[in-house]
Nanobody
Framework: VQLQASGGGLVQSGGSLRLSCAAS????????MAWFRQAPGKDRESVGS????????NYQDSVKGRFTISRDRAKNTMYLQMNSLKDEDSAVYYC????????????WGQGTLVTVSS
């Protein structure tokens, strides 16, 4: 499975941005996909995830109510809609894929930079 993230950029505080993650290869093996982020000097953290078949979602507490993860299986693409962006959301955002419920996120996209300016 190969992943390609896109959509990052510069946005003002309070603004919105949508990230995309296009999957290719053996996409029929995907169990779930997720977004992670890493800010300068900080550890990578989970933003949220989505079940590829069922569409279940879960989110980190700090983004609940502001971020929405969705997927379009026909396009093999996952999205991250980010609203009410804050300075602390600035980070490189990565998408990842898990091929089994116990497999871990072993497939990663290249990352896309989101910068929120106040």
């Amino acid at each position: 499975v190969q992943l390609q993230a896109s959509g990052g950029g510069l946005v003002q505080s309070g603004g919105s941005l949508r990230l995309s993650c296009a999957a290719s290869g053996r996409t029929y093996t995907i169990y779930s996909m997720a977004w992670f982020r890493q800010a300068p000097g900080k550890d990578r953290e989970s933003v949220g995830s989505i079940g590829w078949s069922s569409g279940w979602t879960n989110y980190q507490d700090s983004v609940k109510g502001r971020f929405t993860i969705s997927r379009d299986r026909a396009k093999n693409t996952m999205y991250l809609q980010m609203n009410s962006l804050k300075d602390e959301d600035s980070a490189v955002y990565y998408c990842a894929a898990q091929l089994g419920s116990h497999a871990g996120y072993k497939y990663w996209g290249q990352g896309t930079l989101v910068t929120v300016s106040s």
